[in-house]
């Protein structure tokens, strides 16, 4: 099943080496009866990823722009029952065709939250739960210098994401328009009454 899932998010060249997939999975879950688990903890770096994104969906919508929300992410469920994709404005980036190519669309179509508004991207939100840093980055890759780009990092990886000095990264993140949020301050976004792209750039900071 995970190897069908894999082939049908990943085609063609994308599609990884099949016999790497046991390490990967072994890495996320453990095997019980023929069958695989999700270990504990990453259970909940999921739920905490997911909830996240919830919350910069929210705050586009007071914002008065339109959200997306990332392909993978999208079928990812809230503990009401809802998925990504219920609360999402987009589940697609069509409206976009004109601006991009496919092969750009394929790459923006994975990240993890975008704000749209008159058709054309306004801000990039990418939400580091557990993944690497430059991922984030070479994802955002085909989108312009002058758009907002934030990375949105939990509180206990922040000494982390400080220390990661990579000169890739570094001189990626300072040149196309980078700044990050810690999770206490998407909380403190949601707690206000009226949201605005400047008042997040605002609380944003810069590496």
């Not at 989108?143 to 000095?165: A, H, Q, S």
Request: net charge negative.
């Amino acid at each position: 099943d995970v190897v069908a899932e894999i082939f049908k998010e990943f085609p063609n060249g994308q599609t990884p080496d099949p016999k790497g997939i046991d390490d990967v999975v072994a890495k996320y879950a453990t095997k019980s009866n023929s069958k695989w688990k999700l270990k504990d903890e990453v259970e909940r770096e999921c739920t905490e990823h997911t909830f996240v994104i919830s919350q910069l969906c929210s705050l586009a919508q007071k914002a008065k722009s339109s959200s997306f929300v990332g392909k993978r992410e999208q079928r990812e469920f809230l503990e009401n029952g809802q998925k990504l994709s219920d609360i999402a404005t987009y589940t697609n980036l069509d409206e976009l065709a004109s601006i991009y190519s496919e092969e750009q669309l394929t790459r923006i179509l994975m990240i993890d939250t975008l704000w749209i508004r008159d058709n054309e991207i306004q801000a990039v939100f990418e939400v580091e739960n557990s993944t690497g840093f430059i991922e984030a980055i070479m994802r955002s890759s085909n989108i312009g210098r002058n758009i907002p780009k934030f990375m949105i990092v939990p509180d206990r990886r922040l000494t982390e994401f400080m220390r990661f000095n990579d000169p890739l990264f570094v001189d990626s993140f300072n040149e196309n328009n980078w700044k990050y949020l810690t999770y206490e301050d998407v909380k403190l976004l949601c707690s206000s009454r009226t949201i605005t792209l400047d008042k997040v750039s605002e609380l944003a900071k810069s590496r």
